[in-house]
């Protein structure tokens, strides 16, 4: 039997690694926050009972076609041969590469796109990775490698929905600024117009948060992710929903952590309380407004955000590694079919875990399911879509105490040129999308490790040259 200390130290471990995935902590352009104290006994509060979610049909995904096809919506080019993995703690035999066309339609150089992913999925031992590039409103070239399962061996395509963590900020965000030009809400107005006198408890500032100070990170609040009392909570039911108010709790009674208004502090809470604010004020659940404001104008078929609605199928397997692992296998009974090793890396399989928690611990501040066609199809109409006015796009544009986020999305310099991105991990996926206006470029990226390292950023680093050379778009 292991001590309650050793018991207790995992717990903390996991809890930086495993929670601070749930809502996908990454912030777009800034270090994502150190994990937290843990809280004293009153900061974690008692588990209310979660609203049931409302059923809803889902729409079917648009059927992928055969890598032979011609160029359509969702077309996945050649995929490369998926490396051969093993489902025990057997070497993993070297990955094998199938010879691709000399020439591709999108005039993309698949060999470079080819290299650069498999150099980068060994050096951070990913089974599979789906990537996106499209330039305007055409339809994005998806790409998939690897496998989506290592027990069954399935290839990674993109075909496979993943979850995409934080990527969902900027279209919560999105989704509140279209309500603010319909005069529904105001971004400097106090929640406690919409939400009530009590919605913050005992928070010192609860009075005077307002919209803007939720959607750019100055409420001060904890980030409840990264948070080893928020993992206590979880880890006695993950098969159990969580409820936003839950979460609301949780996060203001654990009291300020930054300055209000005067200091950026990364935090998930101010996206779900951004939900709540929007299910409030409209009367409808929040997946339903989201999918009127964002998804349906963008003819997005493959996105949704649970639990209010789900995907047809479930997302492809993820797996955990490093902390997580070590954590996992220290505090739960893994069964032997749930771990591998690959690439020398041992992991556990995500799915072999109820998924109910981790399905709505995010919900609008990182809960979206999609392809990753989808993904950078929605994320490029955030900003080029005619969903907000040039003046909201502008507001939610503006960098604010931190010089490189602005309301719920990253504002970067790459080589020259402004982008807008975002990053994601929840267990065990690894996001990443960036947009260039000046090049109206789109790339999304998701593998299905986390933590990765090397990190999402630096395989955006190398894929990047690589479009713009293809296409023309280098200086």
């Not at 292991?2 to 996991?14: D, Q």
Request: contains cysteine.
């Amino acid at each position: 039997m292991r001590s309650s200390a050793t018991k207790l130290f995992w717990v903390l471990l996991l809890a930086m690694s495993l929670v601070a995935g749930a809502c996908g902590n990454d912030d777009g352009g800034t270090a994502e926050p150190p994990p937290t104290a843990a809280p004293t006994a009153e900061a974690t509060p008692e588990p209310i009972d979660a609203p049931e979610p409302e059923a809803t049909s889902a729409p079917e995904p648009t059927a992928e076609p055969t890598p032979q096809a011609t160029p359509a919506p969702t077309e996945a080019p050649t995929p490369v041969a998926a490396p051969e993995s093993e489902s025990t703690k057997e070497a993993t035999p070297e990955a094998t590469t199938a010879p691709e066309p000399e020439t591709h339609p999108s005039e993309l150089d698949v060999a470079a796109l080819n290299a650069a992913a498999a150099d980068w999925m060994e050096a951070a031992g990913i089974p599979g990775l789906v990537l996106a590039v499209a330039q305007g409103d055409e339809d994005p070239w998806t790409f998939g490698w690897g496998v989506s399962d290592l027990e069954t061996q399935a290839p990674m395509t993109p075909g496979n929905y993943v979850r995409i963590g934080s990527v969902t900020k900027p279209v919560t965000t999105v989704a509140v600024l279209s309500m603010a030009e319909e005069g529904l809400v105001d971004l400097d107005t106090p929640v406690t117009a919409y939400l009530g006198d009590d919605w913050y408890g005992s928070y010192e500032h609860g009075p005077d948060i307002t919209l803007r100070h939720l959607m750019g990170h100055t409420a001060g609040f904890v980030e409840y992710a990264f948070d080893p009392g928020f993992f206590v909570l979880a880890s006695a039911r993950l098969n159990v929903p969580i409820a936003p108010e839950e979460i609301v709790r949780f996060t203001t009674n654990y009291g300020p952590v930054a300055e209000f208004e005067t200091q950026y502090n990364y935090s998930t809470a101010g996206h779900v309380i951004a939900g709540m604010i929007i299910e409030a004020v409209t009367g409808n659940p929040a997946h339903v407004e989201i999918r009127s404001r964002v998804f349906d104008p963008l003819g997005l078929e493959n996105t949704y955000l649970p639990p209010g609605e789900l995907p047809p199928e479930p997302v492809a397997n993820s797996y955990n590694g490093g902390l997580l692992y070590t954590a996992f296998t220290s505090l739960t009974n893994v069964p032997d079919e749930a771990r591998h090793n690959y690439l020398g890396n041992d992991y556990i399989s995500t799915n072999s875990y109820p998924q109910e928690f981790l399905q709505t611990a995010g919900w609008t501040g990182g809960g979206i399911e999609a392809l990753i066609g989808d993904v950078s199809q929605m994320f490029r109409g955030l900003f080029a879509g005619g969903l907000i006015s040039d003046e909201s796009l502008a507001q939610m544009t503006a960098p604010g105490i931190n010089s490189t986020y602005g309301l719920g999305v990253g504002i970067d310099d790459i080589d020259g040129l402004l982008a807008y991105s975002h990053g994601g991990g929840t267990p065990a996926f690894r996001t990443r999308v960036v947009y260039f206006p000046e090049l109206d470029l789109t790339l999304a990226a998701n593998a299905n490790v986390l933590p990765p390292e090397p990190d999402m950023g630096e395989l955006m680093d190398v894929l990047l040259p690589i479009v713009m050379e293809s296409w023309g778009l280098s200086n």
